[in-house]
């Protein structure tokens, strides 16, 4: 049986058309975008090509893109070159408790160099508290960091709100988003939201893994965190990753041009998985957001009684491929600090999956999956004698 992909918010299959683009450039269009001569143009080209395509998804007239490794560097970026650059005018960083560990880990690590960190709650759905986040913004914060989409249980933020209170208190703060998430599936509007850096990466939408960009609205100064070149306006120097960046641009183009109607698709896919797994008589929890209010993509439950690690092993045996946390904890023990800010019980915590979609899946594939997955939950029951 053909496996069933159900990890899209660990990385997604990268469009056939990306895989040919990158083959070309890495054999045709292999010359230095910083060479003067014609094929280092070219792959200048290239990389104009591609920064506008990306540029497209921001849906803003003031701001550019700098290509990064993807969105683990671009937050890094964002996160420890607002900070630093800014550390004469206050000292006060705030971001929320379900970030992804790419933000967490790099504010943790600026209150190690002397900042003052707060981590704002969430309620059981993932939302911030933005009454909390009005009390702790003052004079002295010089960033602001909020995820879009929760990677783990698909929250949607109230990004406007939270920009809106930013402005409101008069702090002199940068306001970054991680829209890792979310970047070529759900509309970013980074205008109403008054972003001022926001993170992205190619392989979470069917791109290439290792390419990612920060946008940085005009007129927004950054420490750069390596030096060594003149690349990416010296924020980010070094030989461009060119085959990653092109491939980055052309599945941006991609799903510009597919946005209409895809995510309606995926969210149906997920809302027709939940329905047949309930219609097979799976006891299923949804954690975080009702599935309407959360971001189409992500899907994230518990099957009380059943260890999330034994029904992922039992999924991966049957070519069905998921996740247990985020991936990037996925092979750590340790329970999902998103789960826990949520408020999770025990029970609920421990055998929580995440099933994540993508516009490559098919209906046929979300029935056929949760067909699957009710029959292993019966069979682990029986066995485990529960
Ligand atoms: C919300 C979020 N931010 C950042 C990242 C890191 O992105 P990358 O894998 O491109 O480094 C991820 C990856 O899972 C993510 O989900």
Redesign the pocket.
């Known amino acids: 049986m053909k496996p069933i992909y159900l990890d899209n ?2 990385t997604t299959r990268p469009h056939p058309e990306v895989i040919t683009l990158m083959s070309r450039v890495q054999e045709e269009n292999y010359g230095n975008p910083s060479s003067t001569h014609a094929m280092g143009m070219e792959g200048e080209k290239l990389l104009t090509l591609a920064r506008k395509q990306v540029n497209a998804l921001f849906r803003s007239e003031a701001g550019r893109v700098i290509f990064t490794s ?4 671009a ?1 890094n970026l964002a996160l420890k070159g607002a900070a630093r650059r800014l550390k004469k005018r206050g000292r006060k960083i705030i971001t929320s408790a379900i970030e ?1 560990s ?1 933000v967490l880990d790099c504010c943790r690590s600026l209150a190690e160099e002397g900042f003052e960190l707060k981590i704002l709650p969430v309620d059981s759905k993932g939302q911030v508290d933005l009454q909390s986040l009005e009390k702790e913004l003052n004079r002295e914060t010089v960033l602001l960091s909020l ?1 879009h989409v929760s ?1 783990e249980i698909g929250t949607v933020q109230p990004l406007t709100e939270a920009g809106q209170l930013m402005k409101k208190s008069k702090a002199p703060a940068l306001f970054h988003i ?1 829209a ?2 979310s970047f070529g599936k759900l509309p970013l509007e980074v205008d109403s939201w008054g972003a001022d850096l926001v ?1 992205a ?1 190619a ?2 939408t069917h791109g290439p893994k290792g390419t ?1 960009c920060l946008w940085l609205r005009n007129g927004v100064m950054l420490d750069a965190l390596i030096q060594g070149g003149d690349q990416e306006e010296k924020l980010r120097p070094g030989t461009e990753n060119c085959p990653g960046i092109a491939g980055f641009g052309l599945a941006a183009q991609i799903a510009a041009d597919r946005s209409l109607g895809t995510a309606d698709k995926v969210r149906r896919l997920k809302e027709i998985f939940l329905l047949k797994l309930q219609e097979e008589g799976a006891a299923a929890i949804v954690n975080g957001p009702a599935l309407e209010e959360a971001a189409p993509h992500i899907l994230n439950l518990s099957f009380p009684g059943i260890k999330a690690e034994v029904l992922l092993n039992a999924l991966s045996g049957a070519g069905i491929y998921v996740s247990a946390g ?3 904890h996925s092979r750590h023990p340790e329970p999902s600090h998103v789960l826990e800010a949520i408020g999770l019980e025990r029970m609920r915590l421990e055998s929580a999956l995440r099933f994540s979609f993508s516009i490559l899946n098919t209906e046929e594939e979300a029935l056929r999956a949760a067909e699957s997955c009710a029959g292993l939950i019966k069979n682990l029951k029986n066995f485990l004698g529960s």
């Open positions: 918010s660990a993807g969105g683990t560097e937050n992804h790419s995820i990677n991680d890792v998430q993170s990466s392989h979470k990612g985020s991936a990037c």
